[in-house]
């Protein structure tokens, strides 16, 4: 039976500036409108933390069940290492998701009927990454889902269900998020090429293979600081987000410098990291202005 670190362990909290960092940017785009609800944004925010915690759990389940956890370099994985067993993963994902959905329900009745149709989109998108008979993140669609629910979706969401509206502002700062959220699955996934060419994973990664994929993590990280100067036309103080600068630098120089498998740790933790600072600065900033 897994332990209470293990299973906190394979929550993978790394993960969490991913669901973090859309919701001070989007309360950030609202209250630049002079429409923040804070009790909407912490209802987003536990939203956005059951979501993700919920779609770790189900990856774990389903890569786990399939194999493909057997040999992988990182976090612990419950279903793979047999430390816990795959029903009770299961019930965790499902547990974690009927959360979001259930506190998501509040903001849906509260804003908007047809935000339920998004919901529900998300908790299918968190699910069928890894689950059922054809994956979409076994066939490179990864980068590209997270991109629409943790960059887009969670942005612009947060900052409709407090505005009532969405703006150019909250767009690039969706956009800037969601490269930022891309660019740490490009690292989770370019570190795993190896164990998941074999195992049958066709990520982006696998696709595109090492070279191109450390470019592409390059291009991520240079877009949310072109969003940066493009927010100036909002606020000047969108500048102070450049601040995150240094920590980008940092997240890429193992992608940059050809690290693999354990040597790509800690640039998935700076990516995360650089994330969560870009947006801490950039929400910080559309509020002032």
């Given at each position: 039976?897994?332990?209470a670190?293990?299973w906190?362990?394979?929550a993978r909290?790394r993960?969490l500036?991913?669901?973090i960092?859309?919701?001070?940017v989007?309360?950030?785009?609202?209250a630049?409108l002079?429409?923040?609800?804070w009790?909407k944004?912490?209802?987003?925010l536990?939203?956005?933390?059951a979501?993700?915690?919920g779609?770790?759990?189900?990856?774990?389940?389903?890569d786990?069940?399939?194999g493909?956890?057997?040999e992988?370099?990182?976090?612990?994985?419950?279903v793979?290492?047999g430390?816990a067993?795959?029903?009770?993963?299961?019930?965790?994902a499902?547990?974690s998701l009927?959360?979001?959905?259930?506190?998501?329900?509040?903001?849906v009745?509260?804003?908007a009927?047809?935000?339920?149709?998004i919901?529900a989109?998300?908790l299918a998108?968190?699910?069928?990454?890894t689950?059922?008979r054809k994956?979409y993140g076994?066939s490179?669609?990864g980068e590209?889902?997270?991109f629409?629910?943790?960059?887009?979706?969670?942005v612009?969401g947060?900052?409709?269900?407090q505005?009532?509206?969405?703006?150019?502002?909250g767009?690039v700062g969706a956009?800037a998020?969601?490269?930022f959220?891309s660019?740490?699955?490009?690292?989770?996934n370019?570190?795993?090429?190896p164990?998941?060419?074999v195992?049958?994973?066709t990520?982006?990664a696998v696709r595109?293979?090492?070279t191109r994929t450390?470019t592409?993590h390059l291009?991520l990280?240079v877009?949310?600081?072109v969003?940066?100067?493009?927010l100036v036309?909002?606020?000047p103080?969108?500048?102070?987000s450049?601040?995150?600068l240094?920590?980008?630098i940092?997240?890429?120089?193992?992608v940059?410098?050809?690290?693999q498998g354990?040597?790509l740790?800690?640039?998935l933790?700076?990516?995360?990291?650089?994330?969560l600072?870009?947006?801490?600065?950039?929400?910080?900033?559309l509020?002032?202005g």
């Open positions: 039976m897994a332990s670190a293990q906190l362990e394979g909290p993960t500036p991913n669901a960092a859309p919701i001070l989007g309360t950030g785009a609202a630049s002079d429409a923040a609800v009790w944004a912490l209802l987003a536990v939203v956005s933390l979501l993700i915690i779609v770790n759990y189900a990856n774990d389940y389903s786990g069940i399939r493909t956890d057997d992988r370099v990182g976090p612990l994985r419950l793979g290492s430390v067993s795959p029903g009770a993963v299961r019930a965790a499902i547990a009927s959360v979001g959905a259930v506190v998501g329900l509040v903001l009745f509260t804003t009927w047809w935000l339920l149709l919901g989109g998300c998108g968190a699910w069928f990454y689950g059922g994956p076994y490179g669609f590209i889902a997270v629409v629910f943790f960059g887009l979706v969670a612009l947060t900052e409709f269900v505005a009532h509206r969405i703006d150019w502002a767009a956009v998020v969601g490269a959220s660019a740490v699955l490009v690292t989770n370019l570190r795993d090429i164990t998941d060419s195992t049958g994973k990520t982006l595109l293979g090492d450390r592409l291009v990280m877009v949310p600081f969003a940066s100067l493009v036309a909002r606020t103080w969108a500048l102070l450049l601040l995150a240094p920590l980008a940092r997240s890429n120089n193992p940059r410098g050809g690290q354990p040597g740790i800690p640039s933790r700076d990516t995360g990291l650089a994330m600072a870009w947006s801490i600065l950039a929400g910080i900033a509020a002032v």
